[in-house]
């Protein structure tokens, strides 16, 4: 029996509540589920929207004078959201779209990523019930991340190790291959600091997926787009160059000011840029769509560049600290809930062909 097919009008043998969200969910999964990519991008989505809800809710709950209970300080907090959650599962999404292209294999299934999502979603779940409760929920949380980037690791590995030999040259796959699996080990690395109650490590465990995780996937991806830049002067130009101006500027933070906060250019305004660039021409290329950056886009981009502006500036001016961060705050929860509800219609829909 075809489950999607419409079934004969007649009484509904049980809550018709529950038939009518039935049908309306299959549909929309069948939709996700017709390529990887658009399954990493909703959970990604899903968790970006979250990370900025978050953040700006601890950030302005001291302003109102009923402060959070907190394991980790809110900045602390947010960059391991966006640095083992979100961001892992958007690049997660463009590996799997682009791993076809760069091997020349047949395109992956998305059911495959069904178990390394759910444990990546799960696992920030109870991590985020954690860090306001206690190190143990926290510490779990963080394992089975851990757990759920690894598979992703597993997956992304073994495609490459099965077709490297029908690939045109060297690809970045191995790379990116490498990176998750840097992500994981820090993310076991955080659990165990978080149960141990030791911040030395989990800020260690945290640098190292910042640079040897994040920046080796970010690498991967930039190095194909580097063969085709869109001019200068256009929106995805910009964005692609902007992605490079970020790293460099997190880079040479964390080299020459040590008081500087490097998570904040290189989440917000390297990874921000990368991913809202990438993502959305991903979707309309699928679509046999023209690559651009329209105006809700490019909107969400600009919020987003000066989300990072501002969480960067905010550590180095103790005077205006707290209002940066808030204002920080909630220009990138404006930007990333316009970007995330303005791609749901490109995840939604089904792909020519489909």
Avoid at 7 to 24: C, E, T, V
Avoid at 62 to 67: D, E, Q
Avoid at 244 to 271: E, F, M, N
Wanted: glycine share 12%.
């Amino acid at each position: 029996m075809n489950h999607f097919q419409p079934q004969p009008a007649g009484l509904p043998s049980g809550s018709f509540g529950g038939r009518r969200g039935a049908a309306i969910a299959a549909p929309s999964l069948r939709r996700l589920l017709a390529a990887p990519h658009r399954l990493a991008f909703a959970a990604g989505s899903v968790l970006l929207v979250a990370a900025a809800l978050w953040w700006a809710g601890v950030q302005l709950a001291p302003a109102l004078g009923r402060p959070l209970p907190l394991l980790l300080s809110a900045d602390d907090g947010f960059a391991w959201l966006l640095a083992l959650g979100a961001w892992p599962l958007f690049l997660a999404g463009l590996l799997c779209a682009a791993l076809p292209r760069w091997l020349g294999c047949p395109p992956l299934a998305a059911r495959l990523l069904l178990a390394p999502l759910g444990a990546v979603a799960g696992g920030w779940a109870l991590t985020l019930f954690g860090l306001h409760t206690g190190h143990l929920a926290a510490a779990l949380g963080l394992a089975a991340v851990a757990v759920g980037l690894a598979l992703l690791a597993g997956l992304v590995g073994l495609t490459w190790l099965e077709h490297r030999y029908h690939a045109a040259g060297p690809t970045p796959a191995p790379a990116a291959a490498a990176g998750l699996v840097v992500l994981a080990v820090a993310a076991w690395g955080g659990a165990v600091s978080l149960a141990l109650g030791q911040p030395q490590w989990l800020h260690a465990a945290l640098q190292g997926a910042l640079w040897l995780g994040l920046v080796p996937l970010a690498a991967a991806l930039l190095h194909a787009d580097g063969r085709t830049l869109a001019p200068a002067g256009s929106r995805l130009g910009w964005l692609q160059r902007s992605t490079w101006a970020w790293l460099g500027t997190a880079a040479g933070l964390d080299l020459v000011w040590t008081d500087a906060a490097p998570a904040a250019p290189l989440l917000l305004g390297c990874l921000g840029s990368l991913v809202m660039a990438r993502a959305t021409t991903e979707l309309l290329q699928q679509a046999n769509r023209r690559p651009c950056i329209d105006n809700t886009v490019w909107f969400s981009a600009i919020a987003a560049q000066l989300a990072a502006l501002a969480a960067t500036l905010a550590p180095l001016w103790p005077a205006g600290g707290q209002p940066l961060a808030l204002l920080a705050a909630q220009f990138w929860l404006g930007a990333v809930a316009l970007w995330a509800w303005h791609l749901r219609p490109g995840l939604l829909r089904l792909p020519t062909g489909a």
